[in-house]
């Protein structure tokens, strides 16, 4: 999987910050969608939608 590409398509864009942030709102395991934990802490939270957000717009160049 592409870290980041939440919905599996390819491409990381809005779609997947949307989709990471309705699973970081419930602080879920990163077992139910590994390419949403970002930051690889094991669970999907709101940070890892937030990185998601400045990778898309260029604020970041990577995850790590």
Do not use: E, R
Not at 7 to 25: H, K, R, S, W
Not at 35 to 63: C, H, R, T
């Amino acid at each position: 999987y592409l870290m980041g590409d939440v919905n599996g398509d390819g491409v990381i864009n809005m779609t997947d910050y949307n989709q990471a942030v309705t699973l970081g709102n419930g602080y879920v395991s990163a077992s139910v969608n590994p390419a949403a934990d970002v930051d690889l802490s094991g669970y999907i939270m709101p940070s890892d939608a937030q990185k998601i957000l400045d990778y898309i717009n260029g604020n970041i160049g990577s995850f790590w």
